[in-house]
Nanobody, 126 residues
Framework: QVQLVESGGGLVQAGGSLRLSCAAS?????????MAWFRQASGKEREFTVA????????EYADSVKGRFSISRHNAKKTVYLQMNSLKPEDTAVYYC??????????????????WGQGTQVTVSS
């Protein structure tokens, strides 16, 4: 089982930026995993935000964050990042890192991801 720990959340004004990190442990071949970020606003379902394939190139973004958020990964450090720019109040949520040992596709469904972090709070003030 992969252990995931997110960091980098906080309070930021609308239009600002944050960079989230997710460090993985308990895994030998981190590069075999699809890594994703989901988010859950208060009172809402957890929703897909972005995913990156093991190749570190192929990505899939939710329309709501396309052009503002960017995912990257450093396989040697077993870490995935989420750069969030032009933040909006509606981006306020707990952000979760997730891992899936899947090849050939980038799933958007929560059920495809077996390993999850505890989450980090992002609050965007207007």
């Amino acid at each position: 089982q992969v252990q995931l720990v997110e960091s980098g959340g906080g309070l930021v004004q609308a239009g600002g930026s944050l960079r989230l990190s997710c460090a993985a442990s308990g895994v030998t071949f981190f590069s075999n995993y699809v890594m994703a970020w989901f988010r859950q606003a208060s009172g809402k379902e957890r929703e897909f935000t972005v995913a990156m394939n093991s190749d570190g190139v192929t990505t899939e973004y939710a329309d709501s964050v396309k052009g503002r958020f960017s995912i990257s990964r450093h396989n040697a450090k077993k870490t995935v990042y989420l750069q969030m720019n032009s933040l909006k109040p509606e981006d306020t949520a707990v952000y979760y890192c997730a891992a899936a040992r899947i090849r050939g596709r980038l799933p958007r469904s929560k059920s495809d991801y077996l390993d999850w972090g505890q989450g980090t709070q992002v609050t965007v003030s207007s």
